[in-house]
Structures are given as C-alpha cells and as structure tokens.
C-alpha cells in the first residue's frame, strides 16, 4: 500500500489549503485514514481521522476549521484547511488502517500501519 500526499505549500493567516491523499494498492474502502502533522521540535500530533463508514474526529485545535472527507472511487483523502493559523504549519502526513466495519476509529499514529510521505504547509502571519 503506498500512499501520496499533496497540495501543500504557503498560505496567509486566515487562508486556506486543502490536502490530498492518493493511495495505490489494498482496499481503499476498508481503510479507516488519518492526517498527523508534525512541526519542528514538537511531537506528531493526530489532526483529523475518518472511518471506513465515514465518521470523524477532530483535533481540538482544528475543530470548525478543518475537514476531512474521502472519496472511495478515487481512493482519496482530503483535508480542506480553512482560517489557517501560524501555529498549523509543519509537515502533514497520511495514514491508512485496515479496519473492520465495528473497530473504533484510530487516533493515535502507533494505530496506523501505512503511511505517506509528507507534505509542508506553511502559513506566514
């Protein structure tokens, strides 16, 4: 299973981004998928997850701002990021799971077996 994050990149305060994750191999819809970020000398932090059957959970410090959604056809993962603040740069990261349908939604990055490469969002103040 291989996944590609995309879409990062620089934006202002108040601005907004949205991210991609195509995976390649397995069973996309199985998937319960995940997005971390991790900003220099701070540890990875879980973001956003969503489950094979579509329910999510939020980070405290996104909630109202970030959404995140999944296309079974394309096989990928979205983060649209909107009112971005100085404090949401660092390197964003996707995860998979395979999940059956009654497992709980993973939060934690030790839950998640395959993972993507990250990609660097920047917001200046």
């Known amino acids: 299973v291989q996944l590609q994050a995309s879409g990062g990149g620089l934006a202002q305060a108040g601005g907004s981004l949205r991210l991609s994750c195509v995976t390649s191999?397995?069973?996309?819809?199985?998937?319960?998928l995940g997005w971390f970020r991790q900003a220099p000398g701070k540890e990875r932090e879980v973001v956003a997850a969503?489950?094979?059957?579509?329910?999510?959970y939020y980070a405290d410090s996104v909630k109202e701002r970030f959404t995140i959604s999944r296309d079974n056809a394309k096989k990928t993962m979205y983060l649209q990021m909107n009112s971005l603040k100085p404090d949401d740069a660092a390197v964003y990261s996707c995860?998979?799971?395979?999940?059956?349908?009654?497992?709980?939604?993973?939060?934690?990055?030790?839950?998640?077996?395959?993972w993507g490469q990250g990609t660097q969002v920047t917001v200046s103040s």
């Open positions: 191999g397995g069973t996309f819809s199985r998937y319960a």
């Open positions: 995860a998979a799971k395979d999940v059956i349908l009654s497992a709980p939604l993973p939060t934690r990055a030790d839950d998640y077996v395959h």
């Open positions: 969503i489950h094979r059957v579509g329910y999510t």
